[in-house]
């Protein structure tokens, strides 16, 4: 298995319009983020990946672009994405773009264009087909934001693909002029001297021609088997390789919505010429009566399992991504943690171990480092997410189903969760901006905030600080082959890693009481890398487990 930068670096995802408010408007932007760059040293990333920061009229928050090479004007101007890029240098942190060429906005000018007439030199650029009859679209497919896939044109009296919000119009990759422009625009990011491309939904840039009505689920029929991993998805991949990727030092990780360890051998082997890496979403999928919209929480015998075959079956053949979350999910301390006062500290801390001492790339999503919360929502006007608003009109509105009933599960999991501003400090606005913010801080910034945390050494921040500078001490964090211990605990989270000269033993409670472990043989007397609940000392083998404790021993 070859050695590189991109597999021993920790990745944290800044989402540009929540990190840091540079100018007092409320919104984050591109001086923001710059102003925080020492921060972000400190803490010991490599790499920060930014979700889109390109010119958009935010239908989605960036990810509808409706100029890949000028930067929003919300975020500021070319020369302080130049400043922030070199800044960053200086620090020794590489850049990673979020590339969306999935679809664009509806504002870009090929789709201007495109609309314009059926003979038009950008017709082609989008997915156009005729109806069937008025009113009537082409297939069932619904889009991913509510409503059908497909958005009726009058200009030329025809529908066009939309698998995201009607203003994300779908791009044909088919089309060979689509490929060149956007491997064009890639260049020249990489002429810019930026260090990678996170690529959004890659796996459904390549459809199939025939587009029959999907299984129904709900109103509207399933596009998954015709969008997804479609027939020339390798092949464009490949092609993108060859013209852009293989030609830089760069990292990529394709958003590989529906990958399976089998098909993530081939976007993201180690020998396949596509991408670096893939996510997964798997762990992140569970649903309940409303689809996604769901409070459950996933058995942790299921989570256990889903995170072991991903660990197994890529080992030595592909890389894998490791996340909680992102600004698609939930804060994981609220979904897969505890985040009552007395256990939220803890279990961040525990979640932290579980996953940074997996074999691949962590990420950290931005708060994630401070134990951030999901937002206390009351209100549907509290959304600012295309989707958690769609969303809720679509069920409640609708009269579905019940507000009670629904509004439990849509606040668990909408993605505003985890777009509240960044937590800085004990001040207005939790030094997020001196203005009002887009969308509201989280009143606990009070007592979750860098500030506080930076200065306290057994605060969630300085736990990942120590995390990420284990990992750069210990390859076998990075390299080492994993095996799960006791499946069938709904508690315990325990396995090993083992490589160069060492062996790992790695002890997750994710449990609000006590529970009895047995320290294998081979881990009697070992020495404890890292523990959340103080040093474990491994005199006896027979131990108790506190509520929450996680502790890694090493052997050699
Ligand atoms: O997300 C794609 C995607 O699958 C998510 O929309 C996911 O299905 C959903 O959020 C789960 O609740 C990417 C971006 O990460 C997301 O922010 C964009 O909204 C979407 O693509 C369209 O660009
Ligand atoms: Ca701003």
């Not at 693909?161 to 260049?187: G, I």
């Not at 991504?321 to 897969?336: E, I, K, T, Y």
């Not at 000392?537 to 487990?545: A, D, H, R, S, T």
């Amino acid at each position: 298995m070859n050695r590189t930068w991109w597999k021993e670096a920790v990745i944290y995802q800044i989402y540009p319009r929540s990190f840091m408010d540079g100018n007092g408007d409320g919104i984050g932007d591109l001086k923001g983020i710059t102003s925080r760059l020492d921060y972000l040293k400190y803490l010991g990333i490599d790499v920060i990946w930014m979700s889109p920061v390109y010119k958009s009229p935010n239908d989605d928050n960036g990810y509808d672009i409706s100029d890949y090479q000028e930067i929003m004007e919300d975020f500021g101007t070319m020369e302080d994405f130049d400043e922030l890029l070199s800044a960053a240098h200086e620090r020794g942190i590489r850049v990673v773009m979020d590339l969306v060429v999935n679809h664009t906005s509806d504002e870009h000018k090929w789709f201007a264009e495109s609309r314009k007439s059926k003979d038009n030199a950008y017709r082609d650029y989008y997915i156009w087909r005729e109806g069937k009859g008025a009113d009537a679209p082409p297939n069932n497919w619904g889009s991913c934001f509510g409503g059908s896939a497909w958005e009726y044109d009058g200009e030329t009296g025809m529908y066009y693909l939309h698998l995201f919000s009607k203003k994300q119009p779908d791009l044909n990759w088919d089309n060979p002029n689509v490929r060149r422009e956007v491997f064009d625009m890639m260049t020249w990011w990489c002429e810019k001297g930026i260090d990678g491309f996170r690529m959004d939904v890659i796996s459904m840039i390549s459809k199939t021609k025939e587009m029959p009505d999907g299984e129904v689920n709900g109103r509207y029929g399933c596009f998954d088997p015709y969008c997804i991993h479609g027939p020339n998805v390798h092949a464009y991949l490949q092609e993108m390789n060859r013209e852009v990727l293989s030609k830089y030092d760069i990292m990529t990780v394709g958003e590989t919505a529906g990958v399976t360890t089998e098909s993530a051998k081939q976007y993201a082997g180690e020998n396949a010429k596509e991408l670096n890496m893939v996510f997964q979403f798997e762990h992140v999928s569970d649903e309940g009566k409303y689809g996604k919209w769901t409070d459950e929480r996933m058995p942790l015998t299921v989570l256990k399992k889903i995170m072991s075959r991903w660990q197994t079956e890529l080992y030595g053949k592909a890389w894998n991504s490791l996340f909680w979350d992102n600004h698609d999910q939930p804060r994981a301390v609220s979904r897969f943690g505890d985040d009552r006062p007395q256990y939220r500290e803890l279990s961040a801390k525990m979640l932290a171990t579980c996953l940074h001492m997996m074999q691949g790339t962590p990420y950290i999503y931005q708060g994630e480092e401070l134990g951030m919360t999901n937002y206390p929502f009351i209100s549907p006007d509290e959304f600012r997410d295309i989707e958690s608003v769609h969303a809720y009109e679509e069920w409640c509105g609708s009269g579905l189903v019940s507000h009670e009933e629904f509004w439990p599960c849509i606040a668990a999991r909408s993605r505003d969760n985890a777009r509240t501003p960044m937590q800085w400090e004990d001040a207005q606005e939790g030094g997020f901006t001196t203005g009002k913010p887009w969308i509201a801080v989280n009143p606990n910034y009070r007592q979750i905030n860098a500030k506080a945390e930076t200065k306290d050494p057994s605060s969630v921040f300085h736990y990942y600080k120590k995390l990420i500078a284990l990992r750069k001490e210990n390859p076998v964090i990075v390299y080492g082959k994993y095996e799960l211990l006791l499946p069938d605990s709904e508690e315990l989270f325990v396995y090993t890693r083992t490589g160069e000269g060492k062996k790992l033993l790695v002890v997750c409670s994710f449990a609000d009481r006590q529970v009895p472990f047995t320290i294998p043989d081979e881990f009697a007397g070992a020495s404890c890398l890292i523990a959340n609940r103080g040093e474990r000392n491994c005199g006896k083998q027979e131990i108790v487990l506190e509520p929450y404790e996680a502790f890694v021993l090493m052997v050699d």
